[in-house]
């Protein structure tokens, strides 16, 4: 065995975003020493590109908004396959999450009376959203980071080392769990990627908080790091993800130059007024709204306009459906010939706000277009197009804890699933990161305390398989070039289990994935192993082929359209198959999915429906007693 | 449309290194980091960068292109000629990884140096009142994205790698001011922006709020305010005396008090 370095801690947090960050505060606030190990630099983790805001009832502009009003337009927004009890937590929870950041030291845009502003999003019944401009993810990673360093500054005062109870491991990626004989977490072994030295994490706790899969896609707003890891490194340990067919496609992402291909366009711009028109300037949103939302939004663009100023007498423009909805719309535009040049549709401010205000509110998208494609968003319309941008799918847990189906593996945020059911609401996701971040690292630190003096022990026989797993791509001489195989993965998800699918079409994609597999074996890796990222990406190789075998045979097994998973061939919303989940798990060197029943909701929750809405959703069977 | 482009980059490590040539397809509106990553996927799969976003919003991919720092991802090949040789070297303020890939840890152990925001001991969460005119100063600096080009351009450093111990860089500064002009902090840091992080080493000659990619006003909005700040309370007699009270931060005439929850 190479040299190897070794730390004992009571959780390790993998990944440095919103949930991570949220997780390790809880964890070492409940006295557990804690590890947070990231593949990037501290603060530099894909939280930080969120734009809009975050959600929570706070009732700040509009005070009809409460916790029962935000748990109806999440479920709504996830037609109905959302956890539930994850959704009811979250509604609840998150004002809480959101002033706790001010005592962090946030500073969020506020209302004339100087409470925090909340803005209007997506599928939000009031405005909803708390931000700051748009770099509301900037903020929120910064004041978490600021709160770590807050405390490592306390733990210096008493016991004279800062990173006595916590200590961040940057650019450090985890590429094995280590689990006992009773499949317990004993560890987590990695590699620093500044000198490609081996790392072991003995702990009895590890949180997942590793992100989404969009690496696994050509056109995406996901960073590198975005490799399905926490995925794959839960079904590998035996635990399973649930809901994987489900993908968002953030319907306005760049399309101009390619090279920005897919960079994200905040949902705000819409928000805060902006329109969707085609080449023929009309706008099209008012021809595709869907039935289950027809009573909900406006039917002409004057009703529409109104809706700013008076939302209590008029329905919300079109624009703001769900992503799902406005990204399937532009699809077909698109497709129907009435895109832009550059195969897009436009996204306009110009003509709505004064160039002052869209550079008050929009100053990021300001600069975003102006730097990168030399657009002037106060003058000309934007041109923009679907994204790929979120995973609804994610690790399978317990809504209360985090806990994963592994004793010892938690997991929260985006690599977590359940939460946001088909489809997540704009705004959600980072509410989500605070209040299920908190939760698992509570979850964490309570299951090491049940666990005393008797924790599980990592062996050499683990550590060296682990060894072995790293250096592969070191060992083989002739294979492949890892960026090659990597873009023609990206290629494949992206034209073959894309924003809309078909029976052929996936199972086409379920065979270059066979082949991928074989020729990732015999990936060849060039150079030392201090800082290269040519192994990085053969290891993280692994894991976006594992989970996208997840996705396409999610999407395969799912006969019907819902949220992110749109079958041309079963275009239709089936009430039968909203009471099954597809759960996916490791099997040999490739992914098994079973069908798994969902739970009911509880009754108290069902009743904050009306029957008429629950009928388009549920069964006959399902609907409350005396309402048929 | 495309054409082909001359770039030298810096290869090697702590040990050593040098300018190595490359020859590389450039296509219309793409941007340097465009660029190295083609490096990487044809002549240099080994070539260390850092990278995340791609969108000048985490500032990872900071590092010196024709000897100006700069974003790779926010500077466009179109701003450079076509015969024009681009050079790109890694950062010079920070000791060198590998190829364009610093050991910043310089600024991560500056950032622990500053006390940290502290909120009155009886404000409840939810009860936090602030005026958005108010907020807007600290806000400036919160756009912040950490890329350290500031840190790495700032001559103070730049120069003098004996200033590091005393020395904290415009980041740091600005983060102290920021922290100084939030409306519901309570900590009084000018002692520690002059004695620990060293205050008096900027000499506002503004190099730091020209490399800024978020265009940030660093040394007009935070130093020179923060050194202000310092000067008022050296040579005001009666803040002086009153410091000698322990309440050593005016805020009401900044901010109305904080309500309660309606």
Not at chain 1, 478 to 488: L, R
Request: net charge negative; glycine share 10%; with cysteine.
């Amino acid at each position: 065995m190479t040299d190897l370095e070794r730390h004992s801690y009571d959780v390790v947090v993998i990944g440095a975003g919103g949930a991570g960050l949220r997780a390790a505060i809880e964890a070492r606030s409940h006295g557990k020493r804690t590890a947070i190990v990231c593949k990037s630099l501290f603060g530099k983790a894909h939280t930080v590109m969120a734009e809009g805001g975050i959600a929570a009832a706070m009732g700040n502009v509009n005070s009809k908004d409460n916790w029962q009003v935000h748990f109806r337009d999440t479920m709504r927004g996830g037609k109905f396959l959302n956890s539930w009890r994850m959704a009811e937590l979250h509604a609840k929870e998150a004002p809480q999450r959101v002033w706790e950041l001010e005592t962090y030291g946030a500073l969020f845009d506020r209302t004339p009376e100087g409470k925090i502003s909340q803005r209007n999003f997506g599928g939000h019944e009031y405005p909803r959203l708390a931000h700051v401009g748009d770099r509301t993810g900037l903020e929120l990673i910064r004041t978490l980071q600021q709160k770590i360093v807050s405390l490592q500054q306390e733990d210096f005062h008493a016991t004279g080392d800062y990173e006595s109870h916590i200590k961040v491991f940057a650019e450090c990626t985890i590429t094995r769990l280590l689990t006992d004989e009773s499949g317990a977490i004993a560890g987590a072994y990695g590699y620093f990627r500044e000198t490609g030295d081996f790392v072991l994490f003995e702990s009895p706790a590890v949180v997942l908080a590793t992100g989404g899969i969009g690496k696994s896609f050509k056109v995406t707003s996901n960073s590198w790091e975005y490799t399905g890891d926490g995925h794959a490194l839960a079904m590998r340990a035996g635990g399973s993800t649930l809901n994987m067919e489900f993908i968002q496609f953030h319907p306005t992402g760049m399309v101009w130059p390619p090279s920005v291909k897919g960079i994200l366009v905040t949902e705000s711009v819409r928000g805060d007024g902006g329109v969707l028109t085609n080449s023929e300037g009309t706008r099209f949103m008012f021809d595709y709204i869907p039935d289950v939302f027809k009573d909900k939004y406006a039917t002409t663009p004057e009703e529409g306009d109104r809706w700013y100023t008076d939302p209590d007498n008029n329905r919300r423009p079109p624009e703001l459906l769900p992503r799902d909805e406005v990204a399937r719309a532009i699809n077909s535009e698109v497709k129907a010939g009435r895109g832009t040049p550059h195969g897009g549709v436009y996204l306009d401010v110009s003509s709505r706000l004064p160039a002052e205000t869209i550079r008050k509110k929009l100053p990021s998208m300001y600069h975003q277009f102006k730097e990168l494609a030399d657009v002037d968003i106060t003058a000309v319309p934007m041109e923009v197009g679907p994204t790929c941008h979120y995973v609804m799918g994610g690790v399978e847990v317990e809504p209360d804890t985090g806990s994963a189906k592994v004793p010892g593996l938690f997991a929260a945020g985006e690599v977590s699933g359940g939460m946001h059911g088909s489809n997540r609401l704009g705004g959600n996701s980072l509410s989500d990161l605070l209040v299920f971040g908190r939760r698992a690292g509570l979850g964490a630190a309570e299951y090491v305390e049940s666990l005393g003096e008797s924790r599980p022990q990592v062996t050499d026989a683990m550590v060296a398989a682990a060894e072995l797993e790293a250096l592969a791509p070191f060992t083989t001489e002739g294979g492949e070039n890892p960026y090659t195989i990597h873009s023609e993965l990206q290629e494949s998800m992206n034209d073959l289990v894309g924003i809309i699918r078909t029976q052929a079409e996936v199972e086409q994609a379920l065979e270059r994935l066979e082949g991928f597999k074989a020729r990732v074996a015999h990936v060849t890796v060039k150079g030392g192993r201090a800082f290269n990222p040519g192994w990085h990406l053969a290891l993280d190789l692994k894991n976006m082929l594992l989970v996208s075998e997840c996705v396409a045979r999610a999407a395969l097994e799912r006969q019907e359209s819902r949220g992110g998973h749109t079958r041309e061939d079963y275009p239709v919303m089936s009430p039968e198959w909203r009471q099954v989940n597809i759960v996916c798990r490791a099997d040999g060197d490739g992914a098994a999915i079973v069908r798994q029943p969902l739970v009911p909701m509880r009754e108290d929750l069902l009743d904050l429906f009306d029957v008429d809405e629950l009928k388009k959703y549920l069964t006959e069977a399902e609907l409350p007693k005396g309402a048929h | 449309m495309g054409y082909k482009a001359r770039f030298k980059v810096w290869r090697g490590d702590k040990s050593g290194g040098g300018l190595e040539d490359f020859s590389v397809d450039v296509n219309e509106g793409e941007v340097v980091l465009d660029i190295v990553h083609r490096l990487q996927a044809t002549d240099a799969p080994d070539l260390a960068v850092r990278w995340n976003c791609k969108a000048g919003k985490c500032g990872s991919c900071s590092a010196e292109i024709n000897g100006r720092p700069r974003l790779m991802c926010m500077t466009r090949m179109s701003t450079f000629a076509e015969d024009e040789t681009i050079t790109i070297t890694p950062m010079r303020t920070f000791p060198v990884i590998r190829d364009l890939v610093t050991d910043v840890s310089y600024n991560y152990e500056k950032a622990r140096m500053v006390p940290a925001f502290s909120p009155p001991a009886d404000l409840e969460p939810g009860d936090y009142r602030m005026a958005q005119v108010d907020v807007e100063r600290s806000q400036e600096f919160r756009k912040c994205i950490e890329c350290f080009l500031c840190n790495d351009t700032c001559h103070a450093v730049r120069d003098h790698e004996e200033n590091k111990t005393s020395f904290s860089g415009p980041r740091f500064l600005m983060r102290i001011s920021e922290l100084d002009m939030h409306p519901l902090d309570t900590v009084d840091r000018r002692e520690v922006a002059v004695q620990e992080h060293g205050l008096g080493y900027c000499n506002i000659t503004k190099c730091c709020t020209d490399v800024c990619p978020e265009h940030i006003k660093i040394t007009d909005n935070a130093i020179i305010p923060l050194k202000e700040r310092v000067a008022d309370k050296k040579y005001d007699p009666i803040f002086s005396i009153a410091s000698l009270f322990g309440k050593t931060k005016e805020r009401a005439r900044r901010t109305p008090p904080p309500g309660k929850n309606a």
